[in-house]
């Protein structure tokens, strides 16, 4: 196996049985396998909610004792959730204008100008985390200078190298935004906080809180998804260098690879659900008020909808992945995460002639139950061009 490979972790259960139960701090947890049956339930927010009393019980592992703001529109079910849905999605899609892609470009060339021809480049911290946070500039709306303050705080908002949950690491990242939420209100301008400060929502305006929940999820939920996704595709086109000229010749098929690329990685393991009223799934009676995870990484490798599902197929025509959810919920930085991608991998095929691993160090969740790769702590090639 090369590094760039991801197992299909799930596979034997998503056959069996199509369900795997296990417990998430003492609250038990039926994590969904099948990609039918995750589409059915993500589908089905009245009995599968997302909202309710306990906040950060749906992220698995649960986030209950390390936060007590709601992430909005994430945490909120329908009909409630339909407002801040409609407010945000314009703003979400600017990253398909084409003056957004002419500035993400720029951004993309820098970086892999920079990192060019050195003897090596540690992409996670280097390069993912140095793009994801300058391309995070223009989704705010901000200059890109503050990118330098977020790429100080490290890789992960929630999460130390030490211990999975750290409660200091959100500290940081609340404290930021309330100061930045004065400013705004002091200050107003033409970003993200200031159009949300001034928004209203049935002829109410935001609460401080409300637009504290919305930009919490922005950067939360928009971090290690993306610096797995980037370092991921990195590892990948260093161990598939014909592929890399495969896209250079034939760059009309880099969406097809993109939306791929993100099936075969799925950067986000799962998403837990509060279950309203007693219920089936799987031949499994399931009581009110437990907890199921939909198992996006489980989804996009069942052979019944996709075939060859452990094979990256760069130019797969039909690509019904789960990576960024199904349904109510599904990812609001889609946008964003395909533009960045879609931009790296033109500008790679053109700039580089090949990526040389140098060390790697796999990055895996390990929850006990299972153990699956997800990205790379460490990943230091060579760009050579
Ligand atoms: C590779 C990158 C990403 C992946 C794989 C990903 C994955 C997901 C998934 C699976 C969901 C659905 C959660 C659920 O059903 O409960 C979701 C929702 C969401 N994502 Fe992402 N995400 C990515 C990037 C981003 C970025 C860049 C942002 C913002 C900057 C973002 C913001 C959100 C928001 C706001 C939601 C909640 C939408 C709602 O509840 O209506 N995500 N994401």
């Known amino acids: 196996m090369g590094v760039s490979d991801f197992n299909d972790t799930f596979k034997e259960k998503r056959e069996n049985k199509g369900a795997q139960n296990f417990n998430d701090q003492n609250d038990s947890v039926t994590m969904v396998l099948r990609h039918k049956d995750i589409r059915k339930c993500a589908h089905n927010w009245k009995n599968y909610q997302s909202g309710g009393e306990e906040i950060g019980r749906i992220v698995i592992p ?12 994430f945490e909120v079910d329908p009909p409630e959730h339909k407002g801040y849905r409609d407010l945000l999605e314009t703003w979400f899609k600017r990253p398909i204008q084409n003056e957004y892609i002419i500035k993400l470009t720029k951004i993309i060339e820098n970086i892999i100008d920079e990192n060019l021809n050195k003897d090596y480049c540690e992409v996670v911290s280097e390069f993912a985390l140095v793009l994801q946070s300058r391309a995070l500039t223009l989704l705010l709306n ?25 409660k200091n690491k959100a500290d940081i990242l609340y404290d930021y935004v309330d100061s930045q939420i004065d400013v705004a209100i002091s200050n107003p301008g033409n970003d993200l906080y200031s159009f949300l400060l001034s928004s209203e929502i049935n002829g109410k305006k935001l609460t401080k809180e409300e637009v504290k929940g919305i930009m919490i999820l922005t950067f939360a939920g928009g971090r290690d998804t993306i610096i797995n996704a980037i370092t991921n595709s990195v590892a990948y086109f260093a161990e598939h260098p014909k592929s890399l000229k495969y896209i250079k010749e034939k760059p009309e098929i880099i969406n097809n690879a993109v939306e791929e690329l993100i099936r ?32 996006w990484a489980s989804a996009n490798r069942d052979e019944s909808i996709f075939e060859e599902p452990n094979k990256v197929i760069l130019d797969r025509k039909v690509n019904p992945h789960l990576s960024f959810g199904f349904g109510t ?8 995460t395909r533009s ?11 700039k580089l002639l090949s990526i ?12 006990k139950v299972f153990q699956r790769k997800v990205g790379f702590n460490t990943l230091k090639v060579q760009f050579k061009s």
């Open 340 to 350: 960045i991608l879609r931009i790296l991998l033109k500008v790679m095929s053109e």
């Open 356 to 367: 040389e691993i140098k060390e790697a160090k796999e990055n895996i969740e390990d929850l």
């Open 329 to 336: 919920h599904n990812c609001l930085g889609a946008s964003q």
């Open 62 to 73: 649960s986030e209950e004792d390390i936060r007590d703001i709601r992430q909005i529109p």
């Open 142 to 166: 901000i200059p890109l200078d503050e990118s330098k303050r977020w790429i100080s705080w490290g890789t992960h908002v929630f999460r130390s190298e030490e211990t999975n949950l750290d």
């Open 264 to 295: 075969y990685f799925t950067p986000l393991t799962q998403m837990g659900r509060v279950v309203k009223e007693d219920t089936n799934i799987c031949e499994q009676d399931i009581k009110a008020n437990s907890k199921i995870s939909l198992c």
